[in-house]
């Protein structure tokens, strides 16, 4: 039965021809839709074909780009980075987002990121993107980068890493993490001239962005340690060889540096989420902060993922003991050094089955290195005003401080969870005091005054903890209003055997007095350090000359 309708028999092989001809005009808007032109380039990295405004970009059309080398489009000092990362491509890898300078229009040189992938099957060819950009003298200048190298400082990339890892499922990372130790960099340095350093810093950083995920996730940790997320198919030890190969060609000696990588095992950690990149985080500012040749404590550069599963269970651990609250409370004396009457009582941190070397006080940095002390501190606010406010008329109604860190009162969460707190135990007024450490520098110390002053206006005492300890000590001594302030122990023990720390301890007592502060010094742990700070004025203090921290439930008298 006839339906009206015709139909026409058509070539396959033109069907074909049209086909191709289609999918490569999809292929080749895709490709420009994210870049201003695409160049497919051969193995010996001469121009086969260009496509997009190359006559605005580099003053000659497309048709006359194919008498040229890629090379010769670009500036001299950037020609070794595009060899090594046209080699890259050779060897099945691709880049993304390098900085490349190039010649333009008049031969102005203007700086373009260049992206590259290898097509298997094609003639070994390499096709290229190319995306013009605006610099301007802020680029230069940002403060998340290092001025040199262009990458990410060691703040930023922990924010890379945090965000990459604990984004990702558990299982599912497509990509790894390594950690680079340039040995022999700072003597290389001494043999370059100022701008052959630049121009090797500057190659270093765009070569290893270009290796990195997303070709943005690189990071200059430290002068000699570099880090960078990569896909899996990534050859590290590719990389490594091609920035040898860099300070080798600028170092007139030809002597370079060695590149030692230590590639963070990532899947051998059962751990996910936030919780994997707290302890990706803490092995990587380490290694950042390391200072004997690539080294993390006593572990080799070999020997970063044990380091990593080390970190891993003690995250697990303080995750663990905080969220289940599974930890005691011990109370050490606040005593008077005129005569010997307890004042208060510090409620200390006292666990139980902790890893290896694990002490409260390392349980305290620890959380504080991983970002969880707001979490810790809360919990510890939770377990005191419960124990407080369930106390009975006839015990012990003498104040109990609780520390808190300069972390969490800046952060408005713990600050609002602490008033709720508060607000649904009244007894705990006047029975509880708050310790403000400074082992995690307070950051806005206006915000944290005026935290302060609501505390104090509710009947709650405030010390400032840790005095003396920290760089930051006289800043906070002018911009927060505290009841107390408590002398570091180490600050009190050099002071009782130095003339010179002795005077700027009475000094420091003076002061306070007239700023009408009351002073305690802690770590007292003999009767001659004792008489030694009752002869510089100080009010109270707080060691074993007096009682080691005890009990689980708040003491009626010195143990």
């Not at 390499?126 to 003298?137: A, D, F, G, P």
Request: glycine residues 8%.
């Amino acid at each position: 039965m006839s339906t009206g309708r015709r139909f026409s028999v058509v070539e396959p092989r033109r069907v074909k021809s049209e086909d191709n001809a289609a999918e490569q005009a999809r292929l080749l808007a895709f490709a420009l839709c994210t870049a201003d032109a695409l160049i497919e380039v051969d193995v010996e990295g001469r121009i086969v074909d260009a496509f997009g405004p190359t006559d605005a970009l580099f003053d000659k059309r497309s048709h006359e780009l194919a008498a040229h080398t890629l090379e010769s489009l670009v500036a001299e000092d950037d020609r070794h980075l595009l060899r090594s990362l046209l080699r890259q491509v050779g060897n099945g890898q691709r880049f993304r987002g390098a900085s490349i300078r190039f010649f333009g229009p008049g031969g102005v040189l203007r700086t373009m990121i260049l992206s590259g992938y290898g097509v298997p099957n094609i003639g070994e060819h390499c096709y290229l993107t190319l995306r013009t950009i605006q610099m301007s003298s802020a680029d230069f200048e940002d403060p998340e980068r290092n001025n040199f190298s262009g990458l990410r400082n060691l703040q930023n990339f922990s924010s890379c890493v945090s965000n990459y890892f604990s984004t990702t499922p558990e299982g599912s990372h497509q990509g790894g993490l390594t950690l680079l130790y340039a040995h022999g960099l700072s003597e290389l340095r001494r043999r370059l001239l100022p701008a052959v350093w630049s121009q090797l810093q500057r190659q270093m950083g765009a070569f290893l962005d270009a290796m990195s995920i997303e070709g943005n996730a690189a990071g200059h940790l430290s002068f000699d340690r570099f880090g960078f997320i990569h896909d899996r198919t990534v050859d590290v030890d590719e990389v490594c060889a091609r920035l040898v190969e860099f300070t080798r060609a600028a170092d007139p000696e030809n002597k370079g540096c060695d590149i030692i990588p230590d590639n963070i095992a990532v899947h051998e950690i059962d751990l996910a989420g936030p919780d994997l990149a707290r302890a990706i985080l803490y092995t990587t500012q380490r290694f950042a902060n390391a200072q004997n040749n690539g080294v993390i404590g006593d572990a080799t550069q070999s020997n970063v993922s044990r380091q990593l599963k080390m970190a891993a269970d003690r995250t697990r651990y303080v995750v663990s003991t905080i969220t289940g609250a599974d930890f005691g409370i011990a109370y050490e004396p606040i005593v008077s050094l005129v005569d010997g009457s307890i004042h208060h009582y510090e409620a200390l941190l006292r666990l139980s089955d902790y890893p290896s070397g694990f002490s409260p006080y390392e349980f305290i940095v620890f959380a504080e290195e991983i970002d969880l002390i707001t979490e810790f501190d809360l919990a510890m606010c939770r377990k005191l005003i419960a124990k407080l406010s369930s106390q009975s008329d006839g015990e012990s109604n003498l104040p109990v401080a609780v520390n808190i860190s300069g972390r969490s009162i800046n952060s408005l969460v713990f600050v609002e969870a602490l008033n709720a707190l508060i607000e649904r135990h009244p007894r705990v007024r006047g029975r509880l005091m708050f310790e403000i450490t400074e082992s995690a520098r307070i950051l806005d110390l206006e915000h944290a005054n005026e935290v302060i002053q609501d505390l104090r206006r509710r009947g709650f005492h405030v010390c400032l903890d840790d005095f003396g300890a920290g760089e930051a000590a006289f800043d906070y001594l002018r911009e927060l209003e505290v009841d107390f302030v408590k002398i570091d122990g180490k600050y009190v023990k050099d002071a009782a055997s130095n003339s010179r720390d002795k005077a700027f301890l009475i000094a420091m007592s003076g002061l306070c007095h007239d700023l009408g502060i009351t002073t305690i010094a802690e770590g007292i742990e003999n009767k001659a350090i004792l008489d030694f700070l009752r002869g510089c004025g100080i009010t109270y203090g707080q060691g074993y000359v007096f009682a080691s921290a005890s009990e689980q439930t708040v003491p009626h008298a010195v143990i």
